[in-house]
């Protein structure tokens, strides 16, 4: 068997495209561009990467972006204080604090300081308790990410047994939520494994879509898995490989060469769930201004209309 690759920069590619005339729309409306701003506490590197990444991103859809980077020094209140001010600022649609933060910070603390309408990170307790609802709201980009990568290689995922080995709030948990949705995004039969599981592969090897998301570098192996599989994997883990110029690797939760072989879709790693994060924060910038005036009402939190 042949599995077809999921490209997710190739989507991510499409996604951006698409979120652009959503864009060029809000600004020939209102005359402003969408706005999202980033706080980066402290000198993480990996975080500044991402951060560039989402410049980058903003740039090519016609977001305005700004970044603020702030001193560990400032503490808890000056965080809070920032978010704060971001919250009352009416030309900033979305607002997301890079994590991870720095030790003695609060992370649940500043998550639940941001204006739920400006939460394009979708980490909120409010945004949660939609999902987990069933109503619209801002979802988190990767699982978000994931379902449009689904949707968009023509995955059926209605009626279908979906697999998720990882609870994080950040991946499973939201992910799972997302296909309990009623439509054609999600109607699934959801199953979520975890580290406590019993006898894991009898459950993954039941699964008509598989996603991995638990950070163990080639985890999944081909006898845990049935023939005609779709396989999402969200694993992005650093291997040594000393005779590769850079003296290592990515690679991802699932044994790739040789899941492959039986798996009918097949995300890599890298370049296929990790593109779609950012291009799914774009799309929750734009769907944020649109709900703050007014033009989205329930039901249009999607690229379809477009």
Known sequence: MTATIIDGRKTAKQVRHDVSIQVQDFTARYERKPKLAVILVGDNSASKVYIGQKEKACVEVGIDSVTITLSPSVGMDGLMGEVKRLNEDPNVDGILVQLPLPEDFDETAIIEAIDPLKDVDGFHPVTIGRLVAGDDTLFPCTPNGIVELLVRYGIETKGKHVVIVGRSNIVGKPLANLLLRRGNRGDSTVTVCHSRTNDLAQYTRQ????????????????????????????????????????????????DYDEVSEKASAITPVPGGVGPMTVAMLMLNTVTAARTREGMLGPKDHTLEEF
């Open 207 to 254: 699964a008509d879509i598989l996603v991995a998301a638990i950070g163990v570098p080639d985890f999944i192996q081909a006898d845990m898995v049935k023939d005609g599989v779709v396989v999402i994997d969200v694993g992005i883990n650093r291997i040594s490989a000393p005779s590769t110029k850079r003296g290592y690797k990515l690679v991802g939760d699932v």
